[in-house]
């Protein structure tokens, strides 16, 4: 029925300014309503993202931690998360195949098949419970014995990004994602 409609659709033609087109109800000659032409749009859905899923023994758990390397992503295939929120900032220097809260990040990395864990090392995400029931991550640039150096975004300000220093055993700690 659409493309009958359709069909019947055609412009007006000013008789003021013969080259012109108008989107009136009048009607024209060959008594069809004139309604203004419409460009059908095709659809298509997001791609779904690719996760490779694999099986990390605690033998070749902290190697495998090791080799993390992150930069800048510039796949349209991850999520994108609100610009100034510490998922923003995380999700550009890491692929993040899931969506949600920050405090969900740890059970939706180890549903996508990533590694999780106690232990920090550079280039993992951490997991913390600061900011309420939304959580908070951050990026682990450093450790030195007990110290975890950290960057983040949203945790001195909207929008800011900070380093800080936390100790290994800082209680708001809920994991890292490697």
């Known amino acids: ?7 019947n659709v055609a412009p007006v033609i000013s008789e003021i300014k013969p080259d012109e087109t108008s989107a009136s109800l009048a009607m024209a000659s060959t008594d069809f309503i004139q309604k203004p032409l419409l460009a059908e749009t095709e659809i298509t859905p997001e791609p ?9 023994s605690q033998k070749t758990y902290k190697k495998v931690a090791a080799e993390i390397t992150y930069e800048p992503i510039l796949d349209n295939a991850v999520h994108q998360f609100p610009y100034g929120y510490c998922t923003y900032y995380v999700s550009q220097r890491r692929p993040i195949y899931w969506s949600g809260n920050a405090i969900t990040w740890l059970s939706h990395a180890q549903a996508a098949g990533f590694a999780t864990g106690d232990t920090p090392q550079v280039g993992a995400i951490i997991v913390t419970s600061e900011g ?3 959580g908070h991550v951050g990026m682990v640039d450093n450790v030195s014995g007990d110290q975890i150096t950290i960057t983040e975004m949203n945790y001195n300000g909207w929008g800011v990004i900070s380093s800080r220093t936390i100790s290994a055993s800082y209680g708001a ?3 890292y994602i490697y």
């Open 1 to 7: 029925m659409a493309k009958k409609a359709i069909k």
């Open 48 to 56: 779904k993202p690719v996760v490779k899923k694999t099986t990390v």
């Open 132 to 134: 309420g029931y939304t």
């Open 173 to 175: 700690i809920r994991g």
